[in-house]
């Protein structure tokens, strides 16, 4: 599981507006149309998508929680500062805390949007495989990785309507509008359930 506050560079205990400030920097710092590194830029996206809202910074939060007690009972030291008798929450950096337990999903959100998995490449939550039939693109990146926009546009048209808006799918735009066009005319709704910013 990927440790968000790392990827933000802030302290878990931070305030929100501090997350949010540190979001902005590094989100210009790294953009791709400035320059900066795509992978970063998906990492800082999905570290906000979960740090920026406080249900599931909760949701988060308690998965570390509960994977410190379960390296602790089992007599694993998680890390080397760790071991050493560092707390999340004390002086050992945020990359010496331990892996959540695979199948925890750090964002813990409502609905289809979410579920209870996480990419065990990346440690970025993901909605589980994709449900076929697949048709369009195909993403390599986010929760829906390994999804075509067909598919998630069936499963999440929120998602898609955040994407279309979003600089990460600018390449799919055109793409994005055919899909929402078509799932519109049919009488279909968003789903309500993604909360991208």
Wanted: net charge positive.
């Amino acid at each position: 599981m990927r440790d968000y506050y790392e990827v933000l560079q802030v302290h878990p205990r931070a305030e929100s507006d501090v997350i949010r400030a540190a979001y902005r920097v590094l989100a210009r710092k790294y953009h791709p149309d400035h320059g900066g590194d795509r992978a970063r830029m998906i990492a800082i996206n999905d570290a906000w998508d979960i740090l920026g809202d406080p249900a599931r910074r909760a949701s988060y939060d308690a998965a570390w929680a509960a994977a410190e007690r379960t390296a602790g009972a089992s007599g694993q030291a998680p890390a080397t500062e760790a071991a050493a008798g560092a707390s999340r929450d004390g002086p050992s950096s945020p990359a010496a805390r331990p892996s959540a337990p695979s199948g925890a999903a750090p964002g813990g959100g409502t609905g289809p949007a979410w579920s209870t998995q996480v990419n065990a490449e990346s440690g970025i939550p993901s909605a589980g495989p994709p449900p076929g039939n697949p048709s369009g693109t195909v993403l390599d990146f986010g929760r829906y990785r390994g999804w075509s926009t067909g598919e998630i546009a069936r499963h999440d048209l929120d998602y898609i309507e955040w994407l279309r808006r979003a600089t990460i799918g600018r390449p799919l735009k055109a793409e994005l509008e055919a899909l929402l066009t078509r799932r519109r005319g049919a009488g279909v709704r968003g789903t309500g359930t993604t909360g991208r910013r």
